[in-house]
């Protein structure tokens, strides 16, 4: 298992952007997917991206591609999220989630967990 810490949450405007950055504790951080999802007030939580071990394929959901960027650094023990183009429709708190081995999109599939981070946007 790995221990993970969300951070770069915030209050943004329309338009603006931010980064989402997830640190990893523990070993053997590039032996494990990564994933973005975010859940809002009285919804489900989704799926927001994912990246492979190496960091050479990355998946989106359609409502968030063209506009977010995931990727890792694996020396480092960090997944990023940048969000460009936000619309108050991505207000939500967003957790990182690691997998280990192959990437899923599926909240169940994934054993370690943030505690997530507030990201709000105002039109």
């Known amino acids: 298992q790995v221990q993970l810490l969300e951070s770069g949450g915030g209050l943004v405007q329309a338009g603006g952007s931010l980064r989402l950055s997830c640190a990893a504790s523990?070993?053997?951080?590039?032996?494990?997917?990564m994933g973005w999802f975010r859940q809002a007030p009285g919804k489900e939580r989704e799926f927001v991206a994912g990246?492979?071990?190496?960091?050479?394929?990355?998946y989106y959901a359609d409502s968030v591609k063209g506009r977010f960027t995931i990727s890792r650094d694996n020396a480092k023990n960090t997944v990023y999220l940048q969000m460009n183009s936000l619309k108050p429709e991505d207000t939500a708190v967003y957790y990182c989630?690691?997998?280990?081995?192959?990437?899923?999109?599926?909240?169940?599939?994934?054993?370690?967990w943030g505690q997530g981070t507030q990201v709000t946007v105002s039109s």
């Open positions: 989630a690691a997998r280990f081995s192959f990437c899923s999109s599926y909240p169940t599939d994934f054993g370690s």
């Open positions: 523990g070993r053997t951080f590039s032996s494990y997917a």
């Open positions: 990246i492979n071990l190496s960091g050479g394929t990355t």
